[in-house]
């Protein structure tokens, strides 16, 4: 709904309720039904996807479920439409579509492109699902930096300066003393680094936020790339072997069929992550810290009315950002890659930040949509070795294609903090 102004005759001002129709959603779901369809016409494929739910480290074995790959295809191509026809119905009759409608959609949609894509071929699910989870891992400690700075009311475009140098602090401390926590502790202190210059500049000095995240990117890239081909490249033994963090499998969890090892095998970043997911979203919205957070991001003067001292508030919040997202950077060194290099987050920072917008600046929305991002970034991988139709110059481009459908397309028209990225001056 919304509220128009009107005139009556008599010259007042009325105030009218209008009830609007949001068909974008459902606008959305059917375009990706009849483009779906579309690769099925065009690119018919016959034979078998089969798809493997078992692990070789699982204590039950579940056995393969072979599909037949046509008819299962064109089966959840109904079924797509039917949840888009369930969208338009509920959108004319002025609702918003239900979120279980959208998740359902984006499952099935998955699912329908893996049996077409899988043709004669074998679908790992679960090392499908763990490689998903392990890419998203630095895309959820960058968002999560990114909903408390903007929710604090900075723009936090150095997402990926605050990984990057993450990631080297982790390498270089881990190498030097042979722990791979004090690695993690260097990460998040290299991430505060890159925090407390974008805060010093966009609430001490009043610079414009955008402007200084990008310089901090490129000043950060520039740096560790230096310090790399000076210091790392030529120690390599001493200063860039560093010590990674081992699965820590938890008993008969682990054992779970599918999600067992997806969840319950992982690192002590991985649960770190769980952890901290939780830790933030309850304490954005249950506690007094989270209150004075959103209070400085939204109505800042009014925060400073009732006691809250807003820049100070706004600049340790950023700090932590800042902490967090270094943590994202230590799973680089610390578990997924044996060494630093040069420009090795690849502009994930930069993914991060467009989960944050997805995920409408809410921790849990914004950590779904960088899964979500790492699974599109894995199945890339996996399409390639599935060896489809689709070249591959496409595949590599499907990670990002999914970001922008994801931000433009399925975000919407939302809004930011009102705060976010304006200076707060005092009086």
């Given at each position: 709904m919304s509220l128009v102004q009107t005139e009556a005759a008599d010259g007042t001002v009325q105030l009218a309720t209008v009830r609007e129709r949001k068909l974008k959603t459902p606008v959305s779901l059917a375009v990706a039904t009849a483009?779906?369809?579309?690769?099925?016409?065009?690119?018919?494929?016959?034979?078998?996807?089969?798809?493997?739910?078992?692990?070789?480290?699982?204590a039950f074995a579940l056995p393969d479920v072979p599909l037949p790959t046509g008819p299962t295809s064109w089966v959840l191509i109904g079924v797509l439409v039917v949840l888009v026809v369930a969208a338009f119905l509920?959108?004319?009759s002025y609702r918003t579509p239900a979120l279980w409608i959208v998740i359902v959609f984006g499952v099935l949609a998955v699912f329908a492109f893996l049996v077409w894509a899988?043709?004669?071929?074998?679908?790992?699910?679960?090392?499908?699902?763990?490689?998903?989870?392990?890419?998203s891992v630095p895309?959820?400690?960058g968002a999560l930096?990114?909903?408390?700075?903007?929710?604090?009311?900075?723009?936090?475009?150095?997402?990926?300066?605050?990984?990057?140098?993450?990631a080297f602090a982790a390498a270089l401390l881990s190498s030097i003393t042979g722990n791979p926590f004090v690695g993690l502790i260097g990460a998040m202190i290299g991430g505060v680094l890159v925090a407390s210059v974008l805060a010093a500049f966009a609430i001490k000095?009043?610079?414009e936020q955008v402007i200084v995240g990008v310089v901090l990117n490129v000043l950060v890239t520039g740096?560790?790339?230096?310090?790399?081909?000076?210091?790392?490249?030529?120690?390599?033994?001493?200063l860039n072997t560093p010590v990674r963090f081992d699965r820590l499998e938890i008993p008969l969890l682990s054992d779970i069929p599918i999600i067992g090892p997806v969840l319950f095998n992982q690192t002590i970043i991985v649960y770190l992550m769980f952890v901290t997911v939780a830790l933030v979203a309850w304490g954005l919205y249950r506690t007094k810290w989270g209150l004075r957070v959103r209070a400085v991001g939204e109505h800042p003067k009014a925060a400073d009315t009732v006691g809250i001292k807003v820049n100070a508030t706004r600049f340790w919040n950023v700090l932590l950002a800042g902490a967090i997202a270094g943590i994202g950077g230590a799973y680089f060194t610390l578990v997924s890659v044996p060494q630093f290099g040069k420009d090795m987050t690849a502009g994930l920072g930069f993914i991060a930040l467009a989960a944050v917008i997805f995920g409408r600046w809410d921790p849990i929305r914004a950590t779904l949509a960088a899964l979500l991002f790492g699974f599109a970034t894995n199945l890339q991988n996996l399409l390639t070795i599935l060896k489809t139709p689709i070249p591959g110059e496409f595949m590599l481009m499907l990670p990002y294609v999914v970001t922008l459908l994801a931000v433009a397309g399925?975000?919407?028209q939302i809004k930011a903090p009102a705060a976010d990225g304006k200076p707060y001056i005092k009086g």
């Amino acid at each position: 709904m919304s509220l128009v102004q009107t005139e009556a005759a008599d010259g007042t001002v009325q105030l009218a309720t209008v009830r609007e129709r949001k068909l974008k959603t459902p606008v959305s779901l059917a375009v990706a039904t009849a483009l779906l369809a579309l690769l099925f016409v065009l690119v018919p494929r016959t034979g078998t996807s089969i798809f493997r739910l078992g692990d070789a480290s699982s204590a039950f074995a579940l056995p393969d479920v072979p599909l037949p790959t046509g008819p299962t295809s064109w089966v959840l191509i109904g079924v797509l439409v039917v949840l888009v026809v369930a969208a338009f119905l509920q959108a004319w009759s002025y609702r918003t579509p239900a979120l279980w409608i959208v998740i359902v959609f984006g499952v099935l949609a998955v699912f329908a492109f893996l049996v077409w894509a899988s043709a004669g071929g074998l679908v790992p699910v679960t090392s499908l699902l763990v490689g998903a989870v392990s890419l998203s891992v630095p895309l959820v400690f960058g968002a999560l930096g990114g909903v408390i700075g903007e929710r604090a009311g900075v723009v936090n475009v150095a997402i990926e300066g605050q990984l990057l140098l993450g990631a080297f602090a982790a390498a270089l401390l881990s190498s030097i003393t042979g722990n791979p926590f004090v690695g993690l502790i260097g990460a998040m202190i290299g991430g505060v680094l890159v925090a407390s210059v974008l805060a010093a500049f966009a609430i001490k000095y009043l610079v414009e936020q955008v402007i200084v995240g990008v310089v901090l990117n490129v000043l950060v890239t520039g740096l560790t790339g230096f310090l790399y081909g000076a210091l790392l490249a030529p120690n390599e033994e001493r200063l860039n072997t560093p010590v990674r963090f081992d699965r820590l499998e938890i008993p008969l969890l682990s054992d779970i069929p599918i999600i067992g090892p997806v969840l319950f095998n992982q690192t002590i970043i991985v649960y770190l992550m769980f952890v901290t997911v939780a830790l933030v979203a309850w304490g954005l919205y249950r506690t007094k810290w989270g209150l004075r957070v959103r209070a400085v991001g939204e109505h800042p003067k009014a925060a400073d009315t009732v006691g809250i001292k807003v820049n100070a508030t706004r600049f340790w919040n950023v700090l932590l950002a800042g902490a967090i997202a270094g943590i994202g950077g230590a799973y680089f060194t610390l578990v997924s890659v044996p060494q630093f290099g040069k420009d090795m987050t690849a502009g994930l920072g930069f993914i991060a930040l467009a989960a944050v917008i997805f995920g409408r600046w809410d921790p849990i929305r914004a950590t779904l949509a960088a899964l979500l991002f790492g699974f599109a970034t894995n199945l890339q991988n996996l399409l390639t070795i599935l060896k489809t139709p689709i070249p591959g110059e496409f595949m590599l481009m499907l990670p990002y294609v999914v970001t922008l459908l994801a931000v433009a397309g399925f975000a919407g028209q939302i809004k930011a903090p009102a705060a976010d990225g304006k200076p707060y001056i005092k009086g």
